[in-house]
């Protein structure tokens, strides 16, 4: 069966600096995927060439089984992958309902309205006429979910989207999440908080230095192993 | 002449060089793009309405209808094919790009046209004039300044109402992520010029009427646009509209004292509102 999406050993640079180094993953129809890792690991990146803004994996990306590495982001949209950017980058010269409806200017049909987006985040509802940089982070990025969800994806990436967020505020965005499932969405979500990423994912990737150090079901991983992953840390001791 | 009635003909005036600045306000406004072809795009349309009007016998007003869409397209095919090319972090390429657009037009307007002034005749409308007392209204002016109104409504309820208007403040704010809503940022941009240029015809029709005009007219119309645009404040259509206003009573009062201060006390209005409020009179509040 060929995955919704798929990158195979794709690897990335900017200028002479190489970012990834050969990253395979999988992503089902209808999965939730958390990619974890410090700073640095690539998580970012690996977005950046999953939703067109980085351009240059001809042969790495695939979306049901077709080469899509090389298309730029409007055209990987009318394939069904939306996301939500690293720092919720709303517009700041539309209101919160303009910044939800240009979400929608790729005109996927599907579940995803104003109407069903304003039930999941009600807060927007009554926000809908305020520019969007004037609500609080959290509702922000309430806000970039919404606008990603109006284009009624198959596969929405979330890239850090409890960054800078309380975590009060985290959980309530999380709350959200099996909605959004229901709606036939595979979800992709790049954490730091891996305790975040462990409750909702069906399967985790950890990262290091642009490769994947370990891969599985949350169950099936433990803690020192998470870690060792995570942080390269397994065996300096030097005592 | 009364003081009532050079205010009102400045007033008028003002609409034409909104009229001119409209379509320069629109494309810096979406893309930072300095057009310094303007102008000659601008002699280019009159032109084209000329050349339908002297060729066709056509009424002017008809002629403009059917430049308004061959200008769009011009305007499209000039964003797609050049000036995209130019737009990066670096503002220069495009200044040099269109300046050098504003020399090719204007020569090839001299070989085609030679330099002979030349006028848009609009018949009987050019004299007619409503007279109310102390103030005496052309009819031309009036519905040069009218268009304009019509045009910068025209223009707001497409960018404040409509889904290419949302594509274009958010591909103004930020190309990248509005690619990721399924923008075409180049495409986007080539519908603005596409329209700039629709808009350029308007104004071209009141250039051709109002007075003679030749291949080399496009700068001095480019600087009043310009100004219209810098004293309204950059990115606001009705600021726009006031800086035409203001620069234009400013060139009738001066002519009023002496006919020879009409273009410096225009420039003279510009250099003083620049000293006041150097963002000009309502910059857009998000910059």
Redesign the interface.
């Known amino acids: 069966m060929t995955a919704l999406l798929e990158t195979k050993g794709l690897k990335a640079f900017y200028g002479d600096f190489q970012a990834l180094f050969g990253v395979d993953i999988t992503v089902a129809e209808g999965e939730t995927i958390a990619i974890i890792g410090a700073n640095g690991a690539g998580k970012t990146t690996l977005m950046r060439a999953l939703s067109g803004v980085l351009t240059n994996a001809p042969d790495s990306v695939f979306c049901r089984g077709e080469a899509v590495g090389a298309l730029a982001a409007p055209d990987i949209l009318a394939r069904g992958i939306a996301m939500v950017s690293e720092g919720r980058r709303l517009f700041p010269s539309l209101t919160v309902e303009e910044n939800l409806m240009i979400g929608a200017y790729g005109k996927r049909r599907g579940a995803w309205t104003l109407a069903t987006v304003y039930d999941l985040f009600p807060i927007l509802k009554e926000r809908r006429a305020n520019p969007a940089t004037a609500l609080s982070g959290g509702q922000q990025q309430m806000v970039a979910i919404g606008r990603a969800l109006m284009a009624n994806p198959d596969v929405l990436l979330c890239d850090e989207i409890s960054l800078g967020l309380a975590p009060v505020v985290v959980r309530d965005i999380y709350a959200a999440f099996p909605r959004i499932r229901e709606s036939g969405a595979a979800i992709v979500i790049v954490e730091q908080d891996i305790g975040q990423a462990l409750k909702v994912a069906n399967r985790v990737y950890c990262m290091m230095e642009g490769r994947i150090t370990l891969s599985g079901r949350p169950e099936a991983l433990s803690r020192a192993a998470i870690h060792a992953a995570y942080f390269g840390a397994q065996s300096h001791d030097h005592s | 002449m009364t003081i009532l009635d050079t205010i009102v003909q400045g007033v008028l005036l003002g609409g034409l060089y909104a009229l001119f600045a409209a379509g320069l306000s629109l494309v810096f406004g979406i893309m930072r793009l300095v057009n310094l072809a303007h102008g000659d795009l601008i002699v280019l349309a009159a032109f084209l309405i000329l050349v339908l009007v002297n060729g066709l016998g056509l009424n002017p007003f008809l002629a403009v209808l059917i430049v308004m869409p061959l200008m769009f397209i011009a305007g499209y095919a000039l964003q797609a094919v050049l000036l995209n090319r130019t737009l990066g972090k670096d503002v220069l390429p495009p200044l040099l790009v269109t300046f050098g657009l504003s020399i090719v037009l204007q020569n090839a307007l001299l070989e085609g046209f030679s330099a002979d002034s030349r006028r848009i005749s609009a018949g009987a409308l050019e004299t007619a004039s409503i007279n109310l007392g102390a103030v005496t209204i052309g009819l031309m002016p009036l519905m040069a300044f009218l268009s304009a109104v019509a045009v910068i409504v025209g223009l707001n309820l497409l960018i404040y109402r409509t ?1 290419l208007g ?2 274009f ?2 591909t ?3 190309p ?9 940022p180049r495409q986007v941009f080539a519908v603005a010029t596409g329209l700039a240029m629709a808009v350029v015809a308007i104004a071209a029709l009141y250039l051709g009427t109002r007075a003679n005009f030749d291949p080399t007219a496009g700068p001095a119309r480019l600087i009043y646009a310009f100004e219209a645009v810098i004293i309204g404040g950059l990115g606001s259509l009705w600021g726009t509209l006031a800086g035409g206003v203001i620069l234009g009573v400013a060139q009738t009062l001066g002519a009023a004292v002496n006919p020879e201060w009409q273009i410096l006390s225009g420039h003279l209005a510009f250099l003083a509102v620049l000293l006041i409020r150097p963002r000009g009179l309502f910059p857009r509040a ?1 910059d």
Not at chain 2, 176 to 184: D, E, F, H, K, S
């Open positions: 889904a949302r594509a403040r958010a103004s704010d930020d990248v992520t509005a690619g990721l809503m399924g923008i075409r998000v």
